[in-house]
């Protein structure tokens, strides 16, 4: 009986993203909008990426601009989409513990509390 790989063969047509694999800038910014408008991460973000896209907010683009820039919304290439979602998120959260750290070594001017 012949082996049978354990990646999909949807995984395999559309390129799933590696760990450390971004997509196109213009697709990173549209991630990073569309988490700055809900906070969440995926799959629920999913939703807002197809309601902007459906709107057009997101400079006007619709699904057929952001697939011209890589970016679709078919079942088949959802496995490629959640990797980068998730990349960019990860990326993002690791910028802002860097911001975090970097603040938190400023010295800062605080008023100081008697305490009795």
Request: proline share 6%; net charge neutral.
């Amino acid at each position: 009986m012949p082996q049978r790989s354990s990646v999909s063969d949807a995984t395999e047509r559309t390129g799933t993203a590696t760990a450390g694999e971004l997509p196109p800038p213009d697709v990173v910014s549209f991630i990073r909008f569309c988490h700055r408008r809900r906070g969440v991460a995926w799959p629920e973000i999913y939703d807002e990426m197809c309601a902007v896209a459906a709107r057009r907010e997101f400079h006007g683009w619709d699904r057929t601009e952001l697939a011209a820039r890589g970016l679709t919304f078919s079942l088949q290439d959802m496995p490629r989409l959640a990797g980068w979602t998730r990349a960019v998120l990860a990326g993002s959260e690791m910028t802002r513990e860097v911001g975090d750290r970097q603040g938190a070594a400023t010295p800062r001017m605080s008023a100081q509390v008697a305490i009795a």
